[in-house]
């Protein structure tokens, strides 16, 4: 049943990246340094790959070009403009120019971010069962370390361990809520998929280009680059093997 697909990958995508990112936090920090850029990159190529070769082309079947192409560069203005209002953070740094502002603000803004993701895993699911799990490793892939980053954020904002965690598992609960209202709307109005895998696609593309790619930029060596170029490619190739499939 459709509904149990998307309510199983939706509380991957949120409860799993928490669990993901706390067990992360249990490492040494000698193994985390290394294991969260691996992380970055790989995420970066799931999202690029599943916003080029899985949301857009599935928008393009169903609507006109020059439409869709228009909602995808609307959206990347949208995200940066909600990302300057800190209403979508994702910070992957150790220092930041955010870190001192209220928990509590970006709590908000990752519930409301988490809810977008419960409302993309459903427009993917709806669409087809294959591209719906592509998507879902999408999110799943950049949510593990934007979540580690949100840990570190709460944690400068003077959380307890304790606290982080369980107030970024409870703003991370908004996905279920997303995908099912979306389950719901969306499959009586089909008309607007299209547009929502194209905002879809342009949060994913934002996302990589905005947050991720300019942290792998911190490393320049030639060893570090070839690894963030293979595990990109690696993010690139987990969405076509699905995107085959379909």
């Known amino acids: ?63 006109q070009a020059p439409v869709v192409l228009a909602t995808v560069l609307a959206g990347i203005i949208l995200f940066f403009l909600l990302e300057k209002l800190v209403l979508w953070h994702h910070c992957h740094e150790e220092k930041c120019e955010v870190h001192g502002t209220a928990g509590t603000l970006l709590l908000i ?7 977008i993701d419960g409302v993309v895993i459903a427009a993917a699911f709806i669409t087809s069962i294959p591209f719906g799990v592509a998507t879902s490793l999408a999110v799943i892939a950049h949510e593990v370390p934007q979540e580690i980053g949100d840990f570190g954020v709460l944690l400068e904002s003077g959380y307890s361990k304790k606290k982080a965690f369980i107030y970024n598992l409870l703003s991370s609960v908004s ?22 895998l194209a905002l879809s696609a342009a949060s994913f593309i934002y996302i990589a280009i905005a947050d991720l790619i300019p942290s792998l930029h911190k490393k320049v060596g030639p060893v570090a680059s070839i690894r963030q170029l293979i595990l990109i490619l690696a993010g690139v190739g987990t ?8």
């Open 109 to 115: 803004g990752d519930a409301f971010h988490n809810f």
């Open 175 to 196: 996905t279920l809520p997303g995908a099912i209202i979306a389950y719901f709307y969306l499959k009586t109005s089909q008309v607007i998929i299209p547009y929502i």
């Open 239 to 246: 969405i076509l093997f699905f995107r085959m499939h379909h």
């Open 1 to 63: 049943m459709l509904i149990t697909w998307i309510v199983t990958f939706s509380v991957l995508g949120s409860v799993g990246a928490i669990g993901g990112a706390a067990a992360l936090l249990l490492f040494p920090d000698r193994v985390r340094i290394t294991l969260v850029p691996c992380l970055i990159s790989y995420a970066t190529g799931t999202l690029l790959g599943a916003a080029f070769l899985g949301m857009i082309p599935h928008a393009l079947e169903h609507a």
